[in-house]
T-cell receptor, first 115, second 111 residues
């Protein structure tokens, strides 16, 4: 398994500001992912954070709005830029581990409220 | 690309009763299937997973799930529900893209 720590766990943000969420894993992992869970909804993949290269974004998500860094195999950040109330969500970091890299574990999430 | 359907948005069961949460997937090959639980105010916890082999998989907290290829299903079961099982349950599938989640089933437990 993997232990994933996210910071901040919760925050209230002003409209128009940006916030960076940190994700730290207790072991080296190849694949890290960022998900968004809007209130009362399921999880939607934002992007795959690639170590040493640009993140791979899913349809509907762009780098200017959600820049991602992946400086090493245990750490990643997601920035939510120029926030609006529609960005109020839980943002979850996840990693894939195991021989086939197919078991996915999640952090506790970062609960953002934009006012 | 793969997809997941959880037909039941909300289920209510009595404490001590049995539980079955439904999950149907769409994927051309053998998928990797997962069930996660999200308690109120918490992140996601992995309950169990299926990759290959025995189609009945055991998970944590007394849960099990059965993979049925003919029905494209991966239903989650528990013989006796506890009040602490009240939560949101997500089925997910991984194939040629990262995890895709169902919309979730909210479980309420009554005395």
């Amino acid at each position: 398994s993997a232990v994933i720590s996210q910071k901040p766990s919760r925050d209230i943000c002003q409209r128009g500001t940006s916030l960076t969420i940190q994700c730290q894993v207790d072991s080296q992992v190849t694949m890290m992912f960022w998900y968004r869970q809007q209130p009362g909804q399921s999880l939607t993949l934002i992007a795959t954070a690639n170590q040493g290269s640009e993140a791979t974004y899913e349809s509907g998500f762009v780098i200017d709005k959600f820049p991602i860094s992946r400086p090493n195999l245990t750490f990643s950040t997601l920035t939510v830029s120029n926030m609006s109330p529609e960005d109020s969500s839980i943002y979850l970091c996840s990693v894939s581990v195991g021989a086939s890299g197919n078991t996915i574990y999640f952090g506790e999430g970062s609960w953002l409220t934009v006012v | 690309a793969q997809s997941v359907t959880q037909p039941d948005i909300h289920i209510t069961v009595s404490e001590g009763a049995s539980l079955e949460l439904r999950c149907n997937y769409s994927y051309g090959a053998t998928p990797y299937l997962f069930w996660y639980v999200q308690s109120p105010g918490q992140g996601l916890q992995l309950l169990l997973k299926y990759f290959s082999g025995d189609t009945l998989v055991q998970g944590i907290k007394g849960f099990e799930a059965e993979f049925k290829r003919s029905q494209s299903s991966f239903n989650l079961r528990k013989p006796s529900v506890h009040w602490s099982d009240a939560a949101e349950y997500f089925c997910a599938v991984a194939g040629n893209t990262p995890l895709v989640f169902g919309k979730g089933t909210r479980l309420s437990v009554i005395a």
